[in-house]
């Protein structure tokens, strides 16, 4: 069946480094999503992987590893405003290229 | 550029009611999605169409239609109403919907009474 896991829940500290990790297990892949979503709003695109490695964008990474079903966020220099859910997202080309979505990780950030 | 645009943006129903949202995606897009958002949970895909046509449905039931229009703006129908309806409704639009990211509305906060 179709499966993405993500922690439900981090905490991390104004400044710091946190990585966010998502495993799936889809019957295709075609990417894999990142998208924000702060409380009471609509997900925000963050990063597209489509090949192994990291790809970097500001004081965001992401990671892929096709072979592993793996992939991490990574944000560094922590801000305040980070503060949100981060949901991971796997476009299936076994399903007419639907995203396929985790249940998101809510990332709290303490001063 | 005007991104994707919906409404209402908050509506309230009560059970057995119908419902339409409304969606206008990105000038240029011609695919519009359709998620449903429970809170704590990821979006659960309903719909999408690309070029008036249906692409694809998700596992939701018959009282759940939707249609695009010419311009590609789409609507979401939601007959009979049930408590387990209630939910943020997300309007994505991409290119076409295959191989591109897609970008989202701001969302309808659906609540059923």
């Known amino acids: 069946g179709q499966n993405i896991d993500q922690p439900t829940e981090m905490t991390a500290t104004e400044g710091a480094i946190v990585q966010i990790n998502c495993t799936y297990q889809?019957?295709?892949?075609?990417?894999l999503f990142w998208y924000q979503q702060h409380a009471g709003e609509a997900p925000t695109f963050l990063s597209y992987?489509?090949l192994d490695g990291l790809e970097e964008k500001g004081r965001f990474s992401s990671f892929l590893s096709r072979s592993k079903g793996y992939s991490y966020l990574l944000l560094k220099e922590l801000q305040m405003k980070d503060s949100a859910s981060y949901l991971c997202?796997?476009?299936?080309?076994?399903?007419?290229?639907?995203?396929?979505w985790g249940a998101g990780t809510k990332l709290i950030i303490k001063p | 550029d005007a991104g994707v645009t919906q409404s209402p943006t908050h509506l309230i129903k009560t059970r057995g009611q119908q419902v339409t949202l409304r969606c206008s995606p990105i000038s240029g897009h011609k695919s519009v999605s359709w998620y449903q958002q429970v809170l704590g949970q990821g979006p659960q895909f309903i719909f999408q169409y690309y070029e008036k046509e249906e692409r694809g449905r998700g596992n939701f039931p018959d009282r759940f239609s939707a249609r695009q229009f010419p311009n590609y703006s789409s609507e979401l129908n939601v007959n009979a109403l049930l408590l387990g309806d209630s939910a943020l409704y997300l309007c994505a639009s991409s290119l076409t919907g295959v191989k591109d990211t897609q970008y989202f509305g701001p969302g309808t906060r659906l609540t059923v009474l």
């Open positions: 992987n489509v």
């Open positions: 997202a796997v476009r299936d080309d076994g399903s007419n290229y639907q995203l396929i």
């Open positions: 889809t019957s295709g892949f075609n990417g």
